[in-house]
Nanobody, 125 residues
Framework: QVQLVESGGGLVQAGGSLRLSCAAS????????LGWFRQAPGKEREFVAV????????YYTDSVKGRFTISRDNAKNTVVLQMNSLKPEDTAVYYC??????????????????WGQGTQVTVSS
């Protein structure tokens, strides 16, 4: 069992930066691949990034490559999404999620077992 709690969302102007954190509880945290998803009003939940259980492999959706960086600290049970050069189209509720099985590169949210409650990110133009 893994519990996830996101923080760090807020309002920022276009071109600015935000750092989202996801704190996890559970003794098996380090065995899970961790992902970030986002959901804008009226849209489906969208994959953003994923990091492997060891932290050695990452994968991003094309729209955030070069702007967002995902990282994790298994000693502190945290995963971080550093978001730079933010655009208004990045506005959404951002969710942290964990999965242990399935394809690492799958962007299907249904493959994820545990979810946080989400944190709002709003980018003004």
């Amino acid at each position: 069992q893994v519990q996830l709690v996101e923080s760090g969302g807020g309002l920022v102007q276009a071109g600015g930066s935000l750092r989202l954190s996801c704190a996890a509880s559970g003794r098996t945290f380090s065995s899970y691949n961790l992902g970030w998803f986002r959901q804008a009003p009226g849209k489906e939940r969208e994959f953003v990034a994923v990091i492997s259980w060891s932290g050695g492999t990452t994968y991003y959706t094309d729209s955030v490559k070069g702007r967002f960086t995902i990282s994790r600290d298994n000693a502190k049970n945290t995963v971080v999404l550093q978001m730079n050069s933010l655009k208004p189209e990045d506005t959404a509720v951002y969710y942290c999620a964990a999965k242990r099985t399935g394809s690492f590169y799958s962007t299907d949210p249904y493959e994820y077992d545990y979810w946080g409650q989400g944190t709002q990110v709003t980018v003004s133009s």
